[in-house]
């Protein structure tokens, strides 16, 4: 055997060891937080539990904290700064992650993330049989370091902006059943937690934000508080809107009534030029698709009897 390919061959089993070596460490961390995040957990059950069946049962909906191993990750990775963890806490509520530790867990994946793709672009490249290179080696790395860093923060943007849109969607209906509600003699406490009870199942992301709303009005806040902490965890303009028109008529003495009826009307017109609008639009964005896709087939189909027609008949009468 050659020098060279014993080395070759040395190279592949230390790289295949390596990459094992990380395998069995990402488990056995990963194991490690699922054992601490349930025991915590149990924990947490026996002392609720304790106290009583109604504290149990609110288990469902509390959320949980994080894991016994994760608190000291999470204390020294998240940022001592209040202004910037409160902005990433609001986005990561409007995206849905409303747990104690989110911001923490949010900030450990941009680590991890950050640097284990760097680190398998570097041992799975070799392993499959490629070659880095001096510059190529830096800039993937570079790359696969802004992909892992920036990854999280643009899945969480995503998730924020397509919950919004679906509220924008559902809350024109939810407001006709509070409407309801309200006219057929409930006070709005209690329509609140009607309307998120009856659309659980078909409007689930506003049925939850009514649901916290209305665990918030139970536990004692205020109805002005609870409307403003909708707006925030939302980040829903005509929610937001809707809050303020619902806290102006309470302070004023107005008719809740008659302010819901003229939110849900508004809601609804929105709604209907935002689907008009997209109408509109239509037309403009199929001109890409039809111009590079749909054209060509066209002038495919309409050329080909010609283009038979003439190789049948007037190639060989000038070849003739």
Request: contains cysteine.
């Given at each position: 055997?050659?020098?060279?390919?014993?080395?070759?061959?040395?190279?592949?089993?230390?790289?295949?060891?390596t990459?094992?070596?990380?395998?069995?460490?990402?488990?056995?961390?990963?194991?490690?937080?699922?054992?601490?995040?349930?025991?915590?957990?149990?924990?947490?059950?026996?002392?609720?539990?304790?106290?009583?069946?109604?504290?149990?049962?609110?288990?469902?909906?509390?959320?949980?904290?994080?894991?016994?191993?994760?608190?000291?990750?999470?204390?020294?990775?998240?940022?001592?700064?209040?202004?910037?963890?409160?902005?990433?806490?609001?986005?990561?509520?409007?995206?849905?992650?409303?747990?104690?530790?989110?911001?923490?867990?949010?900030?450990?994946?941009?680590?991890?993330?950050?640097?284990?793709?760097?680190?398998?672009?570097l041992?799975?490249?070799?392993?499959?049989?490629?070659?880095?290179?001096?510059?190529?080696?830096?800039?993937?790395?570079?790359?696969?370091?802004a992909?892992?860093?920036?990854?999280?923060?643009?899945?969480?943007?995503?998730?924020?902006?397509?919950?919004?849109?679906?509220?924008?969607?559902?809350?024109?209906?939810?407001?006709?059943?509070?409407?309801?509600?309200?006219?057929?003699?409930?006070?709005?406490?209690?329509?609140?937690?009607?309307?998120?009870e009856?659309?659980?199942?078909?409007?689930?992301?506003?049925?939850?934000?009514?649901?916290?709303?209305?665990l918030?009005?139970?536990?004692?806040?205020?109805?002005?508080?609870?409307?403003?902490?909708?707006?925030?965890?939302?980040?829903?303009?005509?929610?937001?809107?809707?809050?303020?028109?619902?806290?102006?008529?309470?302070?004023?003495?107005?008719?809740?009534?008659?302010?819901?009826r003229?939110?849900?009307?508004?809601?609804?017109?929105?709604?209907?030029?935002?689907?008009?609008?997209?109408a509109?639009?239509?037309?403009?964005?199929?001109?890409?698709?039809?111009?590079?896709?749909?054209?060509?087939?066209?002038?495919?189909?309409?050329?080909?009897?010609?283009?038979?027609?003439?190789?049948?008949?007037?190639?060989?009468?000038?070849?003739g």
């Open positions: 055997m050659e020098p060279s390919s014993a080395i070759r061959g040395l190279e592949n089993i230390v790289s295949l060891e990459m094992l070596i990380v395998l069995i460490f990402a488990a056995i961390v990963l194991a490690v937080f699922g054992v601490s995040d349930l025991i915590e957990r149990n924990e947490t059950f026996r002392r609720r539990l304790a106290t009583g069946p109604e504290a149990a049962g609110s288990m469902s909906v509390r959320a949980r904290g994080p894991g016994v191993l994760a608190k000291p990750i999470e204390a020294w990775i998240v940022p001592t700064d209040e202004q910037q963890r409160s902005k990433v806490r609001q986005q990561l509520m409007r995206a849905g992650y409303r747990g104690p530790s989110a911001v923490g867990r949010y900030y450990v994946a941009r680590l991890l993330l950050g640097v284990g793709l760097p680190v398998a672009y041992l799975g490249v070799p392993a499959v049989g490629g070659q880095i290179l001096g510059s190529t080696s830096v800039i993937g790395t570079l790359v696969a370091a992909v892992g860093a920036l990854g999280p923060m643009l899945f969480v943007a995503n998730q924020a902006g397509e919950r919004a849109k679906q509220l924008r969607i559902d809350f024109p209906d939810a407001l006709d059943l509070m409407l309801v509600c309200v006219e057929s003699g409930l006070g709005l406490d209690a329509a609140v937690g009607r309307v998120g009856e659309m659980a199942e078909s409007h689930r992301l506003v049925a939850e934000e009514f649901q916290i709303m209305g918030e009005m139970r536990a004692g806040l205020s109805r002005e508080e609870a409307l403003r902490r909708l707006a925030q965890r939302t980040g829903v303009e005509e929610i937001s809107g809707f809050a303020s028109l619902l806290i102006q008529s309470g302070q004023l003495g107005a008719s809740i009534g008659e302010a819901l003229v939110a849900a009307e508004e809601m609804r017109t929105r709604r209907l030029l935002r689907a008009e609008e997209q509109a639009k239509l037309p403009v964005k199929m001109i890409i698709p039809m111009a590079l896709f749909m054209m060509p087939c066209m002038m495919i189909a309409i050329a080909i009897p010609a283009v038979i027609q003439i190789v049948r008949t007037v190639l060989p009468a000038i070849g």
